[in-house]
């Protein structure tokens, strides 16, 4: 009966790829680390081929291709390079499930190649449905291949979902953790740091998703998200800040009756649970204890303050091109004020502005949406200049 999951697992190096591998490796009965990709980091690349013995291996970064391959050259490991190959070995005949792990931009063309190869998507890659959420559903919906969601959030969502999926939705209720700079005013919001932006109380996780969670963009961007994984209008999605990040979301049926989903903060759950769904499979981590957690509590998010969220939320209500703006602009400015370019503040002051002059289009099409990511980079880069000659 059990036969096992073949996966290619894009951004096998990152945060969610080497948690995604942890998963693997304790359930070798069920799941194959088929494909392992990543960007730079040829060293831990090869470590981890050598250690799951993929089939495939791609590097990104083209100049790291030779080092790979002659890392791996006595062991049966085929290795590619470039972005070309990402959308090619999704397609693979023997790959049963894409885990996007990837980051940012880079996660649309494989997961697009990959639905049209017929392959389920585990999407933690959220900036896909971001830029392009109503193309790839939608063709998703054409092959038949299911979205399910890594995002913990989201997870949260679609297990609550299980068991109702002929009901209605009322609502959702994203919550948010609110970041480290949580309850803070704009005064003290000009000044704050790289160092401090990447500390964040409750996950470890990737330096862009980090920076976004501080900026609440991160909030905004699974807001998006959840509109086209779960098929809502944008009045049905609303988000609450949860300190503790315990109940990692909730659903509101049309009887006022709601399901939250919780556990300790741990991304190898939702990792676990699409791939393993429909079952849920034994696990070793650590359990929640109610005691440790005397006060579960709630906030109304600050999006006067924090201003990406409401930027966001206008961009799902235009539609069209305006969230692939958003997400372009917003890849730009997060790399900006991580080589400390630019402060806090003005990444949502040049995301505001690069919404304002990128033209906007409604029914983008997939080429209208890549021109809109490159014609938004190129004006928010213009607009980080000016701020950095002021
Ligand atoms: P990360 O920076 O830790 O890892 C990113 C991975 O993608 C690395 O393996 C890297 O080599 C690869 N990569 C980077 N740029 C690439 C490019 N241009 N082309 C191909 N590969 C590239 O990031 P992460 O924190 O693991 O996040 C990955 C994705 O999962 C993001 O979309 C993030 O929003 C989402 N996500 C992460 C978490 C988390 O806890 N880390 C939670 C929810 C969702
Ligand atoms: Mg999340």
Request: charged letters at 20%; one cysteine or more; a negative charge.
């Amino acid at each position: 009966m059990s036969k096992i999951k073949h996966i290619a697992l894009l951004g096998a190096t990152g945060s969610i790829g080497t948690q995604t591998l942890e998963v693997i490796a304790a359930h070798p009965e069920l799941f194959k680390a088929e494909v392992l990709t990543a960007h730079r980091n040829a060293a831990l690349l090869i470590q981890q081929a050598r250690t799951f013995l993929p089939n495939v291996v791609v590097i990104g970064e083209e100049s790291l291709y030779e080092q790979v391959r002659d890392a791996l050259a006595d062991l049966p490991i085929k290795v590619y390079t470039g972005e070309k190959a990402l959308c090619e070995v999704v397609q693979m005949e023997q790959i049963d499930v894409v885990l996007t792990a990837l980051v940012g931009y880079a996660g649309l063309q494989p997961t697009l190649h990959a639905i049209r190869a017929g392959k389920p998507i585990a999407l933690a890659n959220k900036e896909t449905l971001v830029v392009a959420g109503e193309l790839v559903t939608a063709l998703a919906e054409e092959y038949r291949v299911p979205i399910l969601p890594v995002d913990s959030e989201h997870s949260a969502i679609f297990q609550c979902l299980v068991g109702e999926f002929h009901n209605p939705i009322e609502k959702i209720i994203l919550t948010a953790s609110g970041g480290p700079f949580r309850g803070m005013r704009r005064a003290e919001l000009e000044t704050v740091t790289r160092a401090q932006a990447l500390k964040h109380p409750n996950w470890e996780m990737g330096a862009k998703i980090t920076i976004d969670s501080a900026s609440m963009m991160n909030k905004g961007l699974e807001v998006i998200e959840a509109k086209w994984l779960f098929g809502l209008a944008p009045e049905q999605i609303e988000v609450i800040v949860h300190p503790q990040s315990i109940i990692h979301s909730i659903v509101q049926f049309q009887d006022s009756s709601m399901k939250a989903q919780m556990g300790l903060p741990d991304m190898r759950v939702p990792i676990q649970f699409a791939l393993s769904y429909p079952d849920r499979l034994q696990a070793t981590f650590p359990r929640f204890d109610f005691l440790a957690y005397p006060a579960l509590t709630f906030e109304q998010p600050d999006m006067e303050t924090f201003r990406n969220l409401k930027l966001a939320f206008w961009a799902l209500e235009q539609g069209g091109n305006a969230p692939c703006v958003l997400n372009a602009s917003n890849e730009v400015v997060v790399e900006a004020f991580l080589r400390e370019k630019i402060g806090f503040l003005a990444m949502s002051e040049v995301i505001e502005d690069c919404l304002a002059r990128v033209p906007y289009q409604a029914n983008a099409s997939l080429e209208q949406l890549i021109a809109s990511d490159e014609e938004a980079r190129a004006v928010s880069a213009e607009l980080i200049q000016k701020l950095v000659n002021k």
